[in-house]
Nanobody, 115 residues
Framework: QVQLVESGGGLVQAGGSLRLSCAAS????????MGWFRQAPGKEREFVAL????????YVADSVKGRFTISRDNAKNTVYLHMTSLKPEDTAVYYC????????WGQGTQVTVSS
């Protein structure tokens, strides 16, 4: 059974940085794409970033390009979201997802950016 556990969220001032982690377990993820999504209060969940476990190619949403990067540590089965120059509008619950034939979700971690 696939399990995704996010960590690293918290409260940070505007302009600050955070690193989110997503520890994946339950199967081999070589054929998976791992992604980060976020959902702000009253808004739909939106895509943030993606990395292919095999090969490491990445894609980042325009709204965070230049500020957020995604990376992975194969040995730790962990995917990271490095967030810099945070803005109050980045405040949301951030979810990790694993995509193959189905999508698995983590439980989410809260990121709050104060102005």
């Amino acid at each position: 059974q696939v399990q995704l556990v996010e960590s690293g969220g918290g409260l940070v001032q505007a302009g600050g940085s955070l690193r989110l982690s997503c520890a994946a377990s339950g199967r081999a993820f070589g054929g998976y794409a791992m992604g980060w999504f976020r959902q702000a209060p009253g808004k739909e969940r939106e895509f943030v970033a993606l990395i292919r476990w095999s090969g490491g190619s990445t894609y980042v949403a325009d709204s965070v390009k230049g500020r957020f990067t995604i990376s992975r540590d194969n040995a730790k089965n962990t995917v990271y979201l490095h967030m810099t120059s945070l803005k109050p509008e980045d405040t949301a619950v951030y979810y990790c997802a694993a995509d193959s034939t189905v999508r698995y979700w983590g439980q989410g971690t809260q990121v709050t950016v104060s102005s």
